[in-house]
């Protein structure tokens, strides 16, 4: 089993930067990558951005691509997700999540892909 908790959420105003961060426990020698997802409210949960657990080879969905940046901390076991120039549209419950399956041939980007997740942090953007 994986463990998955996400901190740092909060109120943030446009233009300002907030950093997520997901403390990873567990089996974490089984995991292949890691990603963060968002659901705003009334929408469907998205990909934001993922790495993969033993390389550093970033990905970013369109709408967060120059914003923000995906790390990862083997020390500490800590995947953070670094948001800037923040936008009223990136207000949602940002989710951890932990994909597995060692035999994708393209970086994972759907929810039915990752097989644990974390419970959520509320970020919120004010105009």
């Known amino acids: 089993q994986v463990q998955l908790v996400e901190s740092g959420g909060g109120l943030v105003q446009a233009g300002g930067s907030l950093t997520l961060s997901c403390a990873v426990s567990g089996r974490t020698f089984i995991i292949i990558n890691m990603a963060w997802f968002r659901q705003a409210p009334g929408k469907e949960r998205e990909f934001g951005a993922g790495i993969g657990w033993n390389d550093d080879t970033p990905y970013y ?33 940002y989710y951890c999540a932990a994909d597995i399956d060692p035999k994708k041939m393209v970086f994972p980007t759907r929810v039915y ?3 644990y997740w974390g419970q959520g942090t509320q970020v919120n953007v004010s105009s």
Do not use: Q
């Not at 940046?69 to 997700?81: F, G, P």
């Open 113 to 115: 892909e990752y097989d």
């Open 61 to 93: 969905a369109d709408s967060v691509k120059g914003r923000f940046t995906i790390s990862k901390d083997h020390i500490k076991n800590t995947v953070d997700l670094h948001m800037n120039s923040l936008k009223p549209e990136d207000t949602a419950v």
